[in-house]
């Protein structure tokens, strides 16, 4: 069982940047691959980025690559997203997300079985 709370979001600028974390509980977060999601209004939720178990692999939405960059602290059972160069269409809540699969690129195809409760992010123009 693995419980996700994420942190960080808020209103920024155009071109401005945000630092997402998502704070796991469990002795197991390590065995787990994490990953980012994202819904605007109207919209369904789509994958945004993820990363292995052992942080060795990611694997991003075309939409976001170049911008944002996961990555994680076992010790500290944090995974983080870092937003940079945001844009409008970056607003939305962002979700974090757990499973327990073998590739991050698995991640955007699959519904994980651990979701956090969201953080909304809004960007400014």
């Known amino acids: 069982q693995v419980q996700l709370v994420e942190s960080g979001g808020g209103l920024v600028q155009a071109g401005g940047y945000l630092r997402l974390s998502c704070a796991a509980s469990?002795?197991?977060?390590?065995?787990?691959?994490m990953g980012w999601f994202r819904q605007a209004p109207g919209k369904e939720r789509e994958f945004v980025a993820a990363?292995?178990?052992?942080?060795?692999?990611?694997y991003y939405a075309d939409s976001v690559k170049g911008r944002f960059t996961i990555s994680r602290d076992n010790a500290k059972n944090t995974v983080y997203l870092q937003m940079n160069s945001l844009k409008p269409e970056d607003t939305a809540v962002y979700y974090c997300a757990a499973d327990l699969i073998t590739t991050a690129q698995a991640m955007a195809v699959i519904y994980p079985n651990y979701w956090g409760q969201g953080t909304q992010v809004t960007v400014s123009s």
């Open positions: 469990g002795r197991t977060f390590s065995s787990y691959a």
């Open positions: 990363i292995s178990w052992t942080g060795g692999s990611t």
